[in-house]
Nanobody
Framework: QVQLVESGGGLVQAGDSLRLSCATSGLAFSTYAMGWFRQAPGKEREFVAAIRPSGRSIDYAASVRGRFTISRDNAKNTVYLQMNSLKPEDTAVYYC???????????????????WGQGTQVTVSS
């Protein structure tokens, strides 16, 4: 049984930092691309960042580039999202997702990911 479990969300002030973790089990983690998405109330789920299995290929949404960093530890079957300089517009439920394969063209679409976590709430106050 595949499980993705996010943690690390919370309530912070603008300018603060948070580190999200996504621990996985039941899948060959080192062979999966991993992504972070977020969904604010009344909005569609949107791409935040993705990292290829080797960790050498990474991409970010323009809205978070330079502030967020995605990384992975294949020995721990875990992917991370370091979020710095948080803004109120970053408030959302953050989800991690696993994909057997993604390309530059497909990494931003949720439908290309095979497995999802339950999400963790991030709230940034102004």
């Amino acid at each position: 049984q595949v499980q993705l479990v996010e943690s690390g969300g919370g309530l912070v002030q603008a300018g603060d930092s948070l580190r999200l973790s996504c621990a996985t089990s039941g899948l060959a983690f080192s062979t999966y691309a991993m992504g972070w998405f977020r969904q604010a109330p009344g909005k569609e789920r949107e791409f935040v960042a993705a990292i290829r299995p080797s960790g050498r290929s990474i991409d970010y949404a323009a809205s978070v580039r330079g502030r967020f960093t995605i990384s992975r530890d294949n020995a721990k079957n875990t992917v991370y999202l370091q979020m710095n300089s948080l803004k109120p517009e970053d408030t959302a439920v953050y989800y991690c997702a696993a994909a057997t394969y993604i390309s530059t063209a497909t990494m931003t679409s949720p439908r290309n990911y095979n497995y999802w976590g339950q999400g963790t709430q991030v709230t940034v106050s102004s």
